[in-house]
């Protein structure tokens, strides 16, 4: 489960929050969504605060990849989790600074389904090693461990190569009847794919769940969650009342779930993504009934066959 900043606010003003702590007399606050304050934030100087757990977090590993072979005394940026204190200020802070300001406000939990909440994240800087170390400022909310990883949005789903599902057609041939049923059906197996999303790899899973056919007449195109049968059961066809030449394209909607390295959720992709097939030219042609001898099967030369 994927959670944000939560916090019960008594006062008015801005009620900063400090990771998983717990609530009055042991038990557990109601969490209660509070977003950032253009009050609060404009008071951040520091042009590197990042308030998005996923960017904190993208920010907290190229800090400490950047600066891992630095000795200590020489580096100029730090980042660390720590808990937030609970006061009525403009500017959080956190007893990373020294000791909390007295309580002003009653703090919430981060309810993450069982899961270890994540403390908000600190950063400070210093202009050169010789120079004292400036206050740690927020950089990003404390969440969920989901909340750290990256978020699969509906156009990085409609970028992966999802495969058209096969799909056929009845009379298998290269023609058609004209007022006679022509049938389709497609399959409803899902695709599992793998991928990579912001250096983390990621598992997909597309499923049909509905399908387009557009039948290439004047027709309109038959939208059905049903993916079809074969004759003698078959439930989706046309009828051609023209001879002619005709195409039949199929689109596949296709929703989505996927699960990063690190998480062990399943997550829905809020949106669809499409694929296409497209039939090779038939005919659409008119057969008239005449009498032969013998079955065409037996003697398909015989006149008429």
């Given at each position: 489960m994927r959670a944000r900043l939560l916090v019960i606010a008594m006062l008015a003003?801005?009620?900063?929050?400090?990771?998983?702590?717990?609530?009055?007399?042991?038990?557990?606050?109601?969490?209660?969504?509070?977003?950032?304050?253009?009050?609060?934030?404009?008071?951040?100087?520091?042009?590197?605060?990042?308030?998005?757990?996923?960017?904190g977090e993208q920010n907290r590993r190229h800090v400490e990849a950047e600066s891992a072979s630095i000795p200590p005394e020489l580096k100029v940026v730090q980042v660390q989790r720590a808990l937030m204190c609970d006061t009525n200020s403009a500017i959080p802070t956190t007893p990373l600074n020294g000791p909390c300001p007295e309580a002003s406000g009653t703090v919430g939990l981060n309810y993450c389904d069982g899961a270890e909440p994540v403390l908000p994240l600190w950063r400070r800087t210093r202009a050169t090693p010789a120079d004292p170390w400036n206050p740690w400022v927020l950089a990003a909310y404390g969440g969920c461990p989901a909340d750290l990883l990256p978020t699969m949005s509906v156009e990085d789903f409609r970028r992966l190569p999802l495969p058209a599902p096969a799909w056929h057609m009845q009379p298998n041939k290269d023609w058609v009847l004209v007022n006679m049923e022509t049938i389709v059906y497609s399959t409803d197996t899902p695709q599992q794919l793998r991928t990579d999303l912001l250096g983390y790899g990621v598992d997909v899973i597309a499923t049909p769940e509905r399908y387009v056919w557009d039948f290439g007449d004047d027709s309109k195109p038959l939208s059905t969650h049903r993916q079809g049968h074969p004759w003698p059961g078959f439930d989706l066809f046309h009828v051609y009342e023209q001879a002619g030449t005709g195409t039949i394209t199929a689109t596949t909607i296709w929703s989505g779930r996927y699960r990063v390295d690190g998480d062990t959720q399943w997550h829905d992709i809020l949106g669809t993504a499409e694929t296409t097939a497209t039939s090779a030219p038939f005919d659409i042609v008119e057969r008239r009934a005449h009498l032969v001898a013998t079955d065409c099967l037996t003697d398909p030369t015989q006149a008429d066959c």
């Open positions: 003003g801005i009620l900063s929050v400090g990771g998983a702590q717990t609530a009055a007399h042991g038990e557990t606050a109601k969490p209660v969504p509070v977003g950032p304050t253009g009050a609060m934030w404009s008071n951040l100087k520091d042009n590197a605060a990042y308030l998005d757990a996923f960017a």
